[in-house]
């Protein structure tokens, strides 16, 4: 049987853009260019830049492979394998979950924003994919905490945990109130993170307080069965959520990199993904911060 399209139904290319800035692009090039240098590698179907807008297009865009490796005259294996490799060299310069928050302390910082998102996935069978399923969202996913600044920008992000995972059980998990104590940072989170404030009544002999643990956890009063909140705690209230929404504006950046809208990629790759896009997001923030003009 003939592959070849019937006559006068050849494909079409057209041209997109991206709003991304070119020293992401160049940054991404460079890591290509040096890990192929270090493969000793000949030969490959596109040079390191080429492959940088390609793996650039796919994750803020999410178009379909096949369609963009067509344009490039490769397969969709091809461009996935392209994918692949930058996100695992991007993931390597993710900074450590210590080194964040001890240059936060360094730089002043007082209260860290905490907060989780679901990232959708697939559906798929079998039991294993029932941990995927979050019962809050009524959707498959992977939970996903993320440490934000008072001003939003976001300062580090878990690894993917299951959705059925609960923003507190996970906190719990990571250990990230005692990581936060550790550096004299306080943890502010929303009425999901209720309750969190608990463990440090039950934390005994803690190294940095010398005993019992002092730790403050920032969360908004919530109102309980025939005991509404008073007027002060309402106002309370909104005073802290005028501080924290900041957090939703880290998770939209991050999210703003559309191949998160439904991950279809396997979700082994999940952890390595959001990364990646945790390093391009911060060097997209640097670069916007470069270029502002200063005061005066």
Known sequence: MSQQPAEGFEPISY??????????LQMLAELIRAHRRQLRSRWRKATPAEQALVVLAVLR???????????MGVSA?????WVLEAVSLLA????RLNRVLRRQAAQGGAVVLVDGTLIRTRRRTGRANRANYNG??????LVVLALTDEHGRLLWVSAALPGKTADITASRRLRIRERLHAHDLTPAGDKGFHGWHKDVRTTRDCPDCEGPCEQIVLTPYKAEAKRPLSKAQKQANAAFAAM??????GFAALKHWHILDKLRLDTRHATTLLRALLVLTQHEQSVRDAARPGPG
């Open 244 to 249: 924290r929404c900041a957090v939703e504006g």
């Open 92 to 95: 390597a310069r993710a900074t």
């Open 15 to 24: 041209q997109v853009t991206l709003s991304l800035s070119r020293p992401t």
């Open 136 to 141: 809050k969202h009524k959707q498959h996913g």
């Open 77 to 81: 294996s091809t461009v996935r394998r």
């Open 61 to 71: 865009d999410d178009p379909r492979l096949a369609h963009l490796g067509a344009g």
